[in-house]
């Protein structure tokens, strides 16, 4: 299906749960967020009813996402159901990956082809500190329970952080030599506790090259990822620039939030329930959206955030 601006929407993202077993600075509170009652969260049922709905209207390519999905109860049947879905021919993950050492045979058995995993520094304490709870090795251990699992096309998310992980950007570049890894690099956006960051806290996608001047440009993109290699490298680098760089006439991705809002853009305030709904009130709604999805999303900077008006874990990444 393609929207008014003649962009095919193939993508959605679907958030499982707005909970987290990390408390990120960039994504959500300190104290977390209040467990909310089950009836206000889609259910599994609702889930799949709206994933079956947008697939019949083109939509091939989901991403779970939290929160930390893989602190939702009954994961791995969901991300199952989902995958047998007709006309969905992907199903990938957005994850820390602390938990993957429990999770990852299972999710690669139910049909999940690709993880993403957020990793911000290689350092334990800077690890400890931008996640406020986290230990290192435990993502560590996450990426190679991936790896072991026999998941082939591992991406590593990085969001970058003046004054505090900028110094490690060549060290995240030379994971990739030796390994089939995708490093991706990716600006800090203001939106949520991304907000709160000073100007100092913003880092340029340049900065990579700068730092990495043997990065080779594939000249080509997947997604809103910028390819780049190490020269022999077995794996890739990738660059995403959601504040150097408007995506939206490209942009071919809804969102589902958990408590069952779908959101046509990341960074509009507009949402349209599908909590309650049935399949065919689902698709309609799906398709009015998809048909409505603006064409542009306002210029972020440090003086105009975004307007989605939630916490990232709350929208799904």
Do not use: W
Not at 63 to 68: D, H, I, K, M, N
Not at 142 to 164: D, H, Q, T, W, Y
């Amino acid at each position: 299906m393609r929207d008014n601006y003649n962009r095919e929407i193939t993508y959605m993202r679907v958030s499982v749960t707005e909970l987290c077993n990390l408390r990120c600075r960039y994504c959500m509170p300190e104290e977390g967020v209040a467990k909310r009652a089950h009836e206000e969260m889609m259910t599994a049922e609702e889930t799949i009813m709206a994933v079956s709905a947008a697939a019949r209207l083109g939509i091939r390519k989901i991403r779970v996402t939290g929160g930390e999905p893989l602190v939702k109860r009954g994961i791995v049947k969901l991300c199952g159901a989902i995958s047998a879905i007709p006309g969905i021919e992907e199903v990938c993950m957005t994850t820390n990956g602390t938990l993957l050492p429990q999770f990852a045979r299972e999710l690669k058995e139910a049909g999940v082809s690709r993880l993403n995993i957020s990793l911000d520094t290689l350092n334990p304490e800077k690890y400890r500190y931008i996640t406020r709870r986290g230990e290192l090795e435990e993502a560590l251990a996450g990426i190679r329970a991936a790896e072991e699992a026999g998941f082939s096309k591992i991406k590593i998310n990085n969001v970058l952080m003046g004054g505090f992980n900028d110094d490690e950007i060549t060290d995240f570049v030379n994971l990739t030599r030796e390994k089939p890894i995708e490093v991706r690099f990716i600006e800090l956006m203001p939106i949520g506790g991304g907000i709160g960051f000073d100007r100092a806290g913003f880092v340029s996608y340049e900065t990579v090259l700068e730092k990495v001047p043997e990065l080779v440009s594939l000249e080509r993109e997947e997604g809103v990822a910028s390819l780049y290699q190490l020269p022999g490298a077995a794996g890739r680098v990738g660059l995403i620039r959601p504040i150097s760089c408007e995506f939206c006439e490209g942009c071919n991705k809804i969102r589902l939030t958990a408590d069952g809002k779908l959101k046509p853009c990341l960074h509009s305030s507009e949402e349209i329930s599908l909590k309650g709904m049935d399949e065919e009130q689902m698709e309609r709604t799906l398709r009015a959206a998809i048909l409505d999805k603006p064409q542009k999303r306002e210029t972020l900077s440090a003086d105009s955030p975004s307007r989605a008006g939630r916490d990232m874990n709350q929208i799904g990444g």
